[in-house]
């Protein structure tokens, strides 16, 4: 999210599903090791997300294989243990890839707008439709944080900048689109899957916030549904 200090200045895929979820941060054992021996809760299911021996006990090579997704992702406390956050985002990824190619089945956003950016975040995924077609996406998107959340409704671009900076938050904004006061879709250089998420834009990889700046102009509608989990 950004301030707005100056007004100056297809194809069809699905893009790799990896984004973060902001969930309440589970209770870890404390330990002084940098990879925990304990089994976690959801100890099975993370297991049979990463591929491993699903046998509910904690390896050395079950704890490095989730330490590993933790890392890469910014989920705390990365110590290897199967909390909530770390199944929260796996499941979520399940999720997001079930969906496939139909990404508006329900028919929450609007199909009589020509074309239009939609972002579901329930499920933090965005697309671009045109009608009731599917133009690009659907891709997975990092939206509000809790107390920061990215607001619902029926939108437009006002503007765009492709290099912008937020002098409230001191930091760069890549491919901005606004379409509600500060709030804006622009790229950032994190995993989707980074808690606890923005202070209010959609954030989004630099890939997927270069085909939005190519596919979308001021004026063209931006619809946003649903609540984020953990808001």
């Known amino acids: 999210m950004g301030d707005i ?3 100056g200045a297809v194809a069809l895929g699905v893009t790799g599903l990896l984004a973060p979820l902001t969930l309440v941060l589970g209770a870890a054992p404390a330990q002084a090791a940098t990879c925990t021996t304990q089994a976690g809760p959801y100890q099975k299911q993370v297991e049979k997300f990463l591929g491993r021996p699903v046998d509910g006990r904690q390896s050395a090579a079950d ?3 989730i330490q590993a997704f933790q890392n890469k992702h910014g989920i705390t406390p990365n110590i290897g243990y199967a909390g909530s956050v770390t199944w929260g985002v796996m499941d979520l990824m399940n999720k997001q890839k079930a969906v496939g190619n139909h990404p508006n089945a329900a028919g929450r956003c ?10 579901n975040l329930t499920l933090q995924l965005s697309w671009i439709q045109d009608g009731s077609r599917l133009v690009y ?11 920061y959340e990215t607001r619902t409704g029926l939108k437009k671009i006002y503007w765009r900048d492709i290099d912008h900076v937020s ?6 904004m890549p491919y901005s689109q606004f379409f509600d006061g500060g709030q804006a879709f622009h790229s950032v250089n994190l995993s989707m899957w980074n808690p606890p998420g923005s202070h209010g834009c959609v954030n989004m990889t630099t890939t997927t916030a270069k085909k939005y700046w190519s596919l979308l102009r001021n004026g063209d509608d931006v619809f946003v549904y649903g609540r ?4």
């Open 167 to 172: 002098n409230i938050y001191n930091v760069p």
């Open 228 to 231: 984020k989990p953990g808001t």
């Open 137 to 147: 996406g659907p891709v997975p998107v990092r939206t509000g944080r809790n107390g």
């Open 110 to 119: 609007p199909t009589n707008k020509g074309r239009i950016a939609c972002v």
């Open 63 to 65: 704890c490095r294989a």
């Open 5 to 7: 200090r100056t007004r």
